[in-house]
């Protein structure tokens, strides 16, 4: 799967993505924004934020981040920061979730919201997440894995190749992600139409070598 990819879908998708994709997403992205900005002052970044549907629901006293990879996407975030006066947004900005431009240990708590299965390298985007993550913070993901049911998964590995072109792994097992990502999930929970979706919170466990 290619960047290209993903960014020429997002571009297609960009004008019509709040009606698609608005509704359907909206409990999971309320919950996880719930679990990761739980106490005040805290720094918080959103990886992925596409056109700003989830900062509404971020507490008044937070600073929010929000990155992505689409500029059309992201120009509709910042139309709905200054509509909808959200202080609370520091800053919003074009930028790739596989090379963050951030130093160390930034971020109390980071969210990414259906975009694990959409980056290039899945393990490549959840390092940059650790890094710029603080020890102990929180990061939190909601996303598609791959079905536990039998015909739903035989679906998925049909489409995979298909889904590849438009910048979207629809064959993404939970376990493979979880090693690759090396997160560690301390709740994994259903989330969503028929909990087809997942939400895990994880804590940022780092090794004595990041901490430098």
């Given at each position: 799967m290619d960047l290209r990819d993903t960014i020429r879908t997002y571009r297609l998708f960009s004008g019509s993505y709040d009606f698609i994709f608005g509704?359907?997403?909206?409990?999971?992205?309320?919950?996880?924004?719930?679990?990761?900005?739980?106490?005040?002052?805290?720094?918080?970044l959103e990886a992925g934020v596409?056109?700003?549907?989830?900062?509404p629901y971020f507490r008044p006293d937070s600073e929010v981040t929000g990155i992505d990879v689409s500029a059309e996407m992201l120009a509709k975030a910042e139309?709905?920061?200054?509509e909808q006066g959200l202080k609370h947004v520091k800053a919003l900005h074009?930028?790739?979730?596989e090379n963050l431009e951030f130093d160390d240990n930034s971020f109390d708590a980071v969210l990414a919201l259906y975009v694990a299965s959409v980056v290039p390298s899945p393990a490549r985007f959840a390092a940059e997440l650790r890094r710029v993550c603080i020890p102990g913070g929180t990061i939190v993901l909601v996303n598609h894995f791959t079905s536990e049911?039998?015909?739903?998964?035989?679906?998925?590995?049909?489409?995979?190749h298909l889904?590849?072109?438009?910048g979207?792994?629809?064959d993404f097992p939970l376990e493979d992600f979880l090693r690759a990502s090396q997160f560690k999930a301390r709740e994994i929970r259903p989330s969503n139409l028929f909990g087809y979706?997942?939400?895990l919170r994880c804590v940022n466990e780092k090794s004595a070598s990041n901490l430098v």
């Open positions: 509704p359907v997403f909206h409990p999971g992205r309320k919950e996880a924004v719930r679990v990761a900005n739980d106490r005040p002052g805290q720094r918080i596409g056109t700003g549907l989830s900062l139309r709905r920061v200054e074009v930028m790739d979730a049911n039998w015909a739903l998964r035989f679906m998925e590995k049909r489409l995979a889904a590849r072109h438009i979207f792994h629809a979706w997942r939400l």
